[in-house]
T-cell receptor
Framework: AQSVTQLGSHVSVSEGALVLLRCNYSSSVPPYLFWYVQYPNQGLQLLLKYTSAATLVKGINGFEAEFKKSETSFHLTKPSAHMSDAAEYFC????????????FGTGTRLTIIP | NAGVTQTPKFQVLKTGQSMTLQCAQDMNHNSMYWYRQDPGMGLRLIYYSASEGTTDKGEVPNGYNVSRLNKREFSLRLESAAPSQTSVYFCASMKSDRGSSGANVLTFGAGSRLTVL
């Protein structure tokens, strides 16, 4: 069975500081991994995805994530936080193509301090 | 492009009442999903439909039924609502064609906020 653990339900960073949101996964087969973002009162939208190609994945809005098989991690980073990055972020895993079920983590709410 | 459209956006029910949440997508996606979102619990899968004519239970199916009416539409029904079903419900769809850049990527609706008193 697949699962995702997001460490830290709330993260606060200063504007211009590094953003690091942590995600660890469990999967019985090589996984597909995703980060989604949810702005207030909206649905989720895809930030980036890993599907067994390059281990460093670049997404929208300057975010990137690195797949580390040895650590079963897929942490999300951004070098310099903007006020507009304030949102809730969800990591998700699926067990590759053909498995249409995505399992989501519990989410991390990112607050940006002016 | 409308994407994924859910109705209604807000609903208040009394315990024991029934209702149906409607969802339609115009992207010709094969797979459709219903999730519920609760504080501190992330998104949990209620039911999904990998293709027209098929439905499968997710993590939290009890108290819900679904219908994949056609390729575009996937409805979620609460037959006898309970306060524990107070939540925000999201419909999503996925293009599951091998080799497509959109494969395995969920497109979400804006959500339906349901309160059961």
């Amino acid at each position: 069975a697949q699962s995702v653990t997001q460490l830290g339900s709330h993260v606060s960073v200063s504007e211009g500081a590094l953003v690091l949101l942590r995600c660890n996964y469990s999967s019985s087969v090589p996984p597909y991994l995703f980060w989604y973002v949810q702005y207030p009162n909206q649905g989720l939208q895809l930030l980036l995805k890993y599907t067994s190609a390059a281990t460093l994945v670049k997404g929208i809005n300057g975010f990137e994530a690195e797949f580390k098989k040895s650590e079963t991690s897929f942490h999300l980073t951004k070098p310099s936080a903007h006020m507009s990055d304030a949102a809730e972020y969800f990591c998700a895993v699926s067990e590759g193509f053909g498995n249409e079920k995505l399992t989501f983590g519990t989410g991390t709410r990112l607050t940006i301090i002016p | 492009n409308a994407g994924v459209t859910q109705t209604p956006k807000f609903q208040v029910l009394k315990t024991g009442q029934s209702m149906t949440l409607q969802c339609a997508q115009d992207m010709n996606h094969n797979s459709m999903y219903w999730y519920r979102q609760d504080p501190g619990m992330g998104l949990r899968l209620i039911y999904y439909s990998a293709s027209e004519g098929t439905t499968d239970k997710g993590e939290v199916p009890n108290g819900y039924n679904v219908s994949r009416l056609n390729k575009r539409e996937f409805s979620l029904r609460l037959e006898s609502a309970a306060p524990s079903q107070t939540s925000v419900y999201f419909c999503a769809s996925m293009k599951s064609d091998r080799g497509s850049s959109g494969a395995n990527v969920l497109t979400f609706g804006a959500g339906s906020r349901l309160t059961v008193l």
